[in-house]
């Protein structure tokens, strides 16, 4: 399965990479690694994510990566990576949908 990043999402990865980097920067090269990592989970294993309670679809999911929510939908020859959330923000469902 090929694994497809939005604009949106990529967007969110730089920005808390950015965040965190302000006070280590191999913390931050070490999240965004292992945020790779947990995404490539998905190729074998599309539906190991949860369903985003948000949206109660089979297709959306996400998988939890520390204090971060990785959104993702399922599609027939793809996973689509729609955003990255910290748990406490409130998920705008216009990301999502």
Sequence with gaps: MRIIW???????ISEIAEYISQNNLDASTK???DIFTKIEQLNNFPESGRIVPE????NIRE???KNYRIVYRIESEQISILTVRHFKQIMPLEEIS
Excluded: Q, T
Aim: proline share 6%; net charge neutral.
């Design 63 to 65: 998988l939890i990566y």
């Design 6 to 12: 939005s604009p949106l999402a990529v967007e969110r």
């Design 55 to 58: 949206m109660n679809r089979n």
């Design 31 to 33: 999240w965004v690694d």
